[in-house]
């Protein structure tokens, strides 16, 4: 049973630019949430997706959206990125019940300059 | 919406010596409490979970109890061990596998051999 894999591990962006993060979610799990992680802070919840719908949204601009595909992986897109989007963008998978609770991949640390 | 506050920020224990790390939860609809280990470079692991049907769940050395009157939900670790030295983060979520998770802010737990 593999565990949740994200794609890249580092990425640095220039301000304004655009990136797309990649998650591949546990095997058996079709439910994907993002979260961003500011330094020294926990986690905050982006958005969830199920079925390739989102199905819940946190306090994040319009900016920040995703994708959920047929395989139950995901891609988190940011446009306009902004210095303040400098963090770990985790990616979590679980069942649809949760009954197995949420499984978390490494991370993402995108750095914007 | 839920906040989840956190105590403490930090703690520092002998190998040996017990911890304890407390949370409160400000929405009593909230059902599910899991914990976090985040270790330097990593995701959040979940180490326990506890559903609001239940007032404690043990796990050899790791325990959570849950007071839902209090609104409060602790964590138990026994008998420390250097390699228990981590970021420990609270959550809590009401619903079942749609509802994003909510997180603390975070116990730096040290142990000293």
């Known amino acids: 049973e593999t565990g949740v894999t994200q794609s890249p591990t580092h990425l640095i962006k220039t301000r304004g630019q655009q990136v797309t993060l990649r998650c591949s979610s546990q095997s058996g799990h079709n439910t994907v949430s993002w979260y961003q992680q500011a330094l020294g802070q926990g986690p905050q919840f982006i958005f969830q997706?199920?079925?390739?719908?989102?199905?819940g949204r946190g306090n994040f601009p319009p900016r920040f959206s995703g994708l959920q595909f047929p395989n139950y992986s995901s891609e988190l897109n940011v446009n306009a990125l902004e210095l303040d989007d400098s963090a770990l963008y985790l990616c979590?998978?679980?069942?649809?019940?949760?009954?197995?609770?949420?499984?978390f991949g490494s991370g993402t640390r995108l750095t914007v300059v | 919406g839920e906040n989840v506050e956190q105590h403490p920020s930090t703690l520092s224990v002998q190998e040996g010596d017990s911890a304890v790390i407390k949370c409160t939860y400000s929405d009593s609809a909230s059902n599910y409490f899991p914990w976090y280990k985040q270790e330097l470079g990593k995701g959040p692991q979940l180490i326990i979970d506890i559903r609001s049907n239940v007032g404690e769940k043990k796990d050899q050395r790791i325990a959570v109890t849950l007071n839902k009157t209090a609104k409060h939900f602790s964590l138990h670790i026994t008998e420390t061990q250097p390699e228990d030295s981590a970021v420990y983060f609270c959550a809590a979520s009401k619903g079942a596998g749609f509802q994003k998770l909510v997180f603390g802010t975070g116990t730096r737990l040290l142990v000293s051999p």
């Open positions: 997706y199920y079925r390739e719908e989102e199905n």
């Open positions: 979590a998978s679980s069942l649809a019940q949760g009954l197995d609770g949420y499984t």
